[in-house]
């Protein structure tokens, strides 16, 4: 079993451990104060020491304040997103981006952020537009509120505009670098590397499709038939799915989303796992996917 290896995420200087951790589910019905704090603790005793959040992911950021108190924080990178609290969703203002980021401070109990995140805008032309959301946190950046700047969000045209504006560092990409699709290898992939951007693939179990658990067979059949692949052969499809994403050509990380510490130590476990190479070589053999150089 190996180790979590030590990223550089672009040119930002972040040394992050290789799997990161995705605290959406922390804010979900799903997990409660006390699973928040004992996975969030969990994943930072086992070396995990990029933590991301939004205002949009319910008590997530509340919670994670909880588990980072008492000295936890200081263990960490912490990343939030802004643009979509349900308060003030779509306010890309100048305005909106400081009420967001000083309310996320307040909840996670800092003074600092490490990376801030556009989050799912509608029209990329808007937070990058003078005066609103992208010149706002270039000012969060100067005084040091805001370490630095990126974009969440799926479409890869966004990526595209956002990366070519020169002041974002960090792109996270959701759902199209998995072993169901592999997208955004033909598009943001190599535009980032040119420009020095940090890449996180998020959702690397294609929320859930990918975690081990059966799939809906008539509504995700490719998911299906890559379950009962690795069933019949006692292979993990979540770990697969990991050292997949793990092997991918980026100067950033991986991120997983949990809910309890049982569900933060098997995303561990899998990432630390390691997959036989005539595994991969059968995989590819039947789905025509597996990491470079099989």
Same mark, same amino acid.
């Given at each position: 079993m190996s180790e979590l290896a030590t990223r550089v995420l672009g040119k930002t200087g972040i040394r992050a451990k290789a799997l990161g951790l995705g605290c959406a589910w922390f804010g979900s019905e799903k997990s409660s104060d006390r699973d928040t704090v004992e996975g969030v603790r969990r994943a930072i005793d086992l070396g995990i020491n990029f933590l991301d959040t939004s205002p949009l992911y319910g008590e997530s950021e509340g919670r994670v304040g909880m588990a980072l108190d008492g000295g936890w924080r200081e263990k960490i990178y912490l990343q939030t997103k802004m643009g979509t609290h349900p308060q003030r969703r779509g306010d890309y203002t100048a305005e909106g981006t400081r009420w967001s980021v000083e309310n996320s401070l307040r909840l996670l109990k800092t003074d600092h952020l490490d990376s801030v995140l556009i989050h799912d805008p509608g029209d990329i032309e808007l937070p990058l537009s003078p005066g609103h959301a992208l010149d706002e946190l270039m000012k969060m950046k100067e005084k040091g509120i805001v370490g630095h700047?990126?974009? %969440?969000?799926?479409? &890869?045209?966004? &990526?595209?505009?956002?990366?070519?504006?020169?002041?974002?560092?960090?792109?996270?990409? $959701?759902?199209? $670098?998995?072993?169901?699709?592999?997208? !955004?290898?033909?598009?943001?992939?190599?535009? *980032?590397?040119? &420009?020095?951007?940090?890449?996180?693939? *998020?959702? *690397?179990?294609?929320?859930?499709?990918?975690?081990?658990?059966?799939?809906?067979?008539?509504?995700?059949?490719?998911?299906?038939?890559?379950?009962?692949?690795?069933?019949?052969?006692?292979?993990?499809?979540?770990?697969?799915?990991?050292?997949?994403?793990?092997?991918?050509?980026?100067? %950033?990380?991986?991120?997983?989303?949990?809910?309890?510490?049982?569900? !933060?130590?098997?995303? $561990?476990?899998?990432?630390?796992?390691?997959?036989?190479?005539? !595994?991969?070589?059968?995989?590819?053999?039947?789905?025509?996917?597996?990491?470079?150089?099989?």
């Open positions: 700047i990126g974009l %969440g969000v799926r479409q &890869h045209e966004f &990526h595209r505009r956002a990366i070519e504006t020169g002041k974002i560092e960090i792109v996270l990409s $959701y759902l199209d $670098y998995t072993l169901l699709n592999q997208s !955004v290898a033909q598009t943001t992939l190599p535009l *980032a590397r040119r &420009h020095g951007v940090g890449i996180i693939l *998020a959702s *690397a179990l294609g929320m859930g499709r990918l975690s081990g658990v059966e799939p809906d067979r008539a509504k995700e059949p490719r998911a299906h038939a890559m379950w009962t692949w690795c069933q019949k052969r006692g292979v993990s499809l979540r770990i697969l799915a990991l050292q997949f994403c793990l092997a991918a050509p980026i100067n %950033g990380i991986v991120m997983f989303g949990p809910s309890n510490r049982r569900e !933060v130590e098997e995303g $561990y476990q899998a990432a630390v796992s390691e997959v036989r190479p005539e !595994v991969w070589r059968d995989f590819k053999a039947e789905f025509g996917v597996a990491p470079e150089g099989f």
